[in-house]
């Protein structure tokens, strides 16, 4: 693989699907107590009481008859009986919603590697801005010193060599403020084959590109608004790979590191939804890592399904496998895996 600057870049036993053991939803609330991140803390905890009600009835489905649909009413008793509370409000109560949108639109025989349709135009939280197209990234280079190394690098029939990065490197170096090149920097890292290798690089590129664009006088306002909003998106995804099992097996993490690029991830997120509003389609694994990291896979779940027809099928097929499975739905998440090892076997099995 062709480095990207050639060296420059210096309690509870059973609370799940038909008595599945809950020793992880019991780790995770007690990481979550000694971390003390309020929003998860609080998330888990709802989850945590939200659970130990539907093992109750998960318990009771007998042998007899059709198992899965009798699982899947159970279900439905439970999160019925949980929305008819009237002390259940708030994020909660969206995450029951998301749960029961997502069952009424499941039979075993109907979950296939296509978005569920039932899900489609049902959100729990949606906002205006679903309703939006997805907005294209803006490619800038008000001074013109970007586009021939772009064209290099990116061009259709180019087959970039380091010299073409050595380019790159001599033109920053000569004009390191150039919002063109700094644009064209954090394209090149943040590409799916250096994500796991250079995510604070890619991190640390997309923050100063959004600090050169915070003050140019060059850029229209529109423009500038959707470049930052980009850059926010890649600026927070590289932040997430830093902190993903696969990566930091790779590169450790120091003491306090976790918790500062967790602080990092937030803040940036918090950002973007500042500057766009929630639920832009184009930002929506974003949205889907942030909601899974409080614990709301339901509503991780339906965001989802909601904009699987524009997510990568691999990152599709990969993504519901893992939600159903922090849901503890054993069936429909052996289902999901099956489909998404048929579809990509390689990538099943380094993240099986």
Known sequence: MHDPFAGWVGGLNYCGCGGEVSFNWAKRFFMSAVSFRSSSFVALLGWLVLHCGIAQGQLRVLSNGNPVEEWRKVQFAQIDKQLADKSIAGELKLELAAQKIWLAAYTPAQLGPQPSKTAEGTATSRTSADAATASEEPTLDPDKKATAIRKKLFGPKERPTSADTDALRNALDKSQDDIGLRQLQLHWLDQPQYRDEYPMEIAEAASRLIGLLETNKKVDAKTKEAAIAMALYRQARALGYRLEPDVVQKKPLELGEKEKVDAQLVGTYSQLIKLVGPGRPEFALLEIRMLRRDNWFGRALEVLER??????????????????????????????????AAAFPEEAKKFP
């Open 307 to 340: 904009n699987g027809g524009r997510i990568e099928a691999r990152w599709y097929l990969e993504k519901r496998r893992d939600l159903l499975r922090d849901l503890g739905w054993k069936t429909p998440a052996g289902q999901a895996h099956a489909m998404f």
